[in-house]
């Protein structure tokens, strides 16, 4: 298989006043093309941090990351910015649209930044729009939108430019569960059909089911690579407990044990009344 994206001993420290805070610590990866691989970790593990140094939005401490055969840290801030543009798309959690572009304006936003053809803008544009099932919204702005589709959009806009890696952090950190599953399976077809390398941050154990690996952080170090059929038994089990939890009381369970409380003077006039 080709690798897409390769990190070697990725280390990431930020100085305040209270001390250094090391945000990633000797991470290595691979990503083939092909294969989805899901970054897990609570809120603070270093999620966000991992992705933003495998997208080239902010560089290492120390350590060194390849898009293809491309040493991205090697890079100038312009030729950054390009390899960016040709082989990388990013999905957002709060999914990043200008308001007053329709969703065919925003997807075709990364093609004007390129200068690519209007004539080829157009095909590629509604080519994105129709493997997000979206090609009907395409006139609509992002307000006439649901929150999926909102987040399809983003999708689209991340690989109109036909990227080799996708980054998406929290995809669905702002989707209900039901829509949050269906973008994770549009992101899992598109890597899949398409050869897309991607790596999507969640926090979400119901969702790395999806994924090719999962990647468990802690701390800001990999504590744990497993495949996704070991991380859906993870989830599985999650699941477990979760059934097995006491049902919530019904209604008709709080009404017999309201009467079983002694009511005050007031209030058993209040009832007699309204009875």
């Known amino acids: 298989m080709t690798v897409a994206l390769r990190a070697e001993k990725l280390n990431r420290v930020f100085t305040s006043s209270a001390g250094d805070v090391h945000a990633c610590v000797d991470i290595d ?19 966000t941090t991992l992705l933003n140094l495998l997208g080239g939005l902010d560089r290492p401490t120390s350590g060194r990351v390849w898009i293809g055969d491309v040493e991205a840290t090697a890079l100038r801030e312009d030729d950054l910015a390009e390899l960016r543009r040709e082989k990388l798309g990013f999905v957002f959690q709060s999914f990043g649209l200008i308001p007053v572009l329709s969703a065919a304006e925003n997807v075709e936003l990364p093609l004007r930044i390129a200068r690519t053809d209007p004539a080829e803008r157009e095909e590629r544009v509604a080519e994105a729009l129709q493997l997000v099932n979206l090609a009907d919204q395409a006139p609509q702005r992002p ?106 009381p019904s209604e008709q369970a709080a009404d017999a044990a309201s009467e079983s409380v002694p009511l005050t003077r007031a209030e058993a006039r209040a009832r007699r009344k309204h009875r």
């Open 29 to 47: 990866l691979e990503v083939n093309e092909g294969e989805l691989v899901v970054v897990r970790g609570s809120s603070g593990a270093g999620k």
């Open 143 to 248: 307000a006439e939108l649901s929150g999926g589709q909102q987040q399809r959009v983003g999708i689209a806009r991340a690989i109109v430019s036909r990227p080799r890696v996708l980054i998406a952090d929290e995809p669905t950190g702002q989707l209900d569960s039901r829509t949050a599953t269906t973008v994770m399976d549009l992101i899992g077809e598109l890597v899949h059909t398409r050869g897309i390398a991607a790596v999507v941050s969640t926090h979400d154990p119901l969702l790395v089911r999806r994924a090719d690996r999962v990647i468990e952080l802690h701390d800001g170090r990999v504590t744990s690579v497993s495949s996704g059929s070991v991380a859906e038994a993870d989830v599985a089990a999650i699941e477990e407990i979760t059934d097995a939890a006491p049902a919530a």
